[in-house]
């Protein structure tokens, strides 16, 4: 396929909100990852299969927007630290993911009653001043929130993939956004990972080493596209196999966005990144609330 091995500053822009053009479809069109049409995605691959930079893309693309960005980085934070001027929170250790992951539960929760207050669906339907900042959670090694060491962390995890379930659950119409990128995402690691699969309609499985892995993201569909997946050469990092709702599938390459350039676009947009405390604790008053709502 051609090969749009470009060294990016910026992404070809979009001009819609929680929108990323992340690379090319072997047909030539763009490779475009849209939250608002699917709001969760999996982000399958073997070691250098080209996962991170996709999520440096996404980061490079979300930047510039008024969205906030939360990073669970189970590599010991070695892959989003360097993003920490754009990240509103970052958890690094399962303990912080624990802490991070409840507060979003409870930014959900607190969402949900706003939007009932109002009697909006999802805060879309929210006037534009009461409406709740998006937020994309990047998570990176996945399978560290579900592999045990030894019993006493069997807690941890249960309440771990419980709270991400029940945003890849609920997190759409409330603006909470997942993009769970991960090497091995294989039943064996226990069936939260399959019940939150199948939560996740957004599907990219990069060059992979296990069968299973790639079964496990693109397996109830086309099995074409699993022949393909399992096809990828280790000399073509970054093309993957993508498929969402639509029940298509594609061959696509991402574009080539550097460390540094995704550490350029975190510095350069680093006054767009909301406060987490703000976030998660909104100082919203009773009397204000229905003002905004009625105006
Ligand atoms: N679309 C692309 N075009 C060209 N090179 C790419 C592309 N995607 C990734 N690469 C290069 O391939 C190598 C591996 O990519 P990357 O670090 O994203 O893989 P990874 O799957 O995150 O690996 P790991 O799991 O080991 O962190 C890097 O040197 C990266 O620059």
């Known amino acids: 396929m051609r090969d749009p091995l470009v060294q990016l500053d910026h992404l070809p822009a979009s001009d819609d909100l929680l929108t990323v053009h992340v690379g090319r479809l072997e047909t030539g069109g763009l490779w475009t990852i849209d939250f608002r049409t699917v709001p969760h995605w999996i982000n399958a691959g073997a070691t250098q299969s080209g996962k991170s930079n996709l999520a440096n893309a996404l980061l490079v693309g979300l930047a510039p927007q008024p969205v906030a960005l939360v990073g669970i980085d189970l590599k010991g934070g070695v892959e989003f630290t360097p993003y920490t ?3 509103s929170a970052l958890a690094t250790t399962r303990a912080e993911s624990v802490t991070l992951l409840d507060d979003l539960v ?5 969402r949900m009653g706003l939007c009932r207050t109002a009697g909006a669906r999802n805060i879309w339907q929210l006037p534009p001043g009461v409406r709740p900042v998006p937020v994309v959670v990047l998570v990176d090694e996945l399978a560290e929130l579900y592999l045990m060491a030894d019993k006493s962390e069997k807690d941890e995890i249960a309440h771990t993939s419980t709270a991400l379930l029940r945003i890849a659950q609920l997190g759409r119409a409330f603006g909470i956004y997942l993009f769970l990128s991960g090497q091995r995402i294989g ?3 226990g069936p939260g990972v399959t019940a939150l699969r199948a939560q996740c309609s957004g599907r990219i499985c990069h060059r992979v080493n296990d069968p299973e892995t790639a ?3 693109l397996g109830d569909l086309d099995p074409a596209a699993l022949v393909s997946a399992r096809a ?3 000399e073509t990092p970054g093309v993957a196999i993508i498929a969402s709702q639509d029940g298509q599938w594609y061959r696509a390459r991402s574009f080539y966005v550097a460390e540094r350039t995704a550490e350029h676009a975190a510095r350069t947009y680093a006054h767009l990144t909301p406060d987490w405390a703000d976030i ?13 709502l009625s105006a």
Do not use: K, W, Y
């Open 85 to 87: 001027p754009r990240l």
């Open 106 to 110: 409870a930014l959900m929760v607190d």
């Open 187 to 189: 039943s064996d690691l």
């Open 215 to 217: 079964t496990m993201t």
């Open 232 to 234: 990828i050469p280790a």
């Open 280 to 292: 998660a604790r909104p100082d919203r008053d009773g009397a204000d609330l229905s003002d905004l």
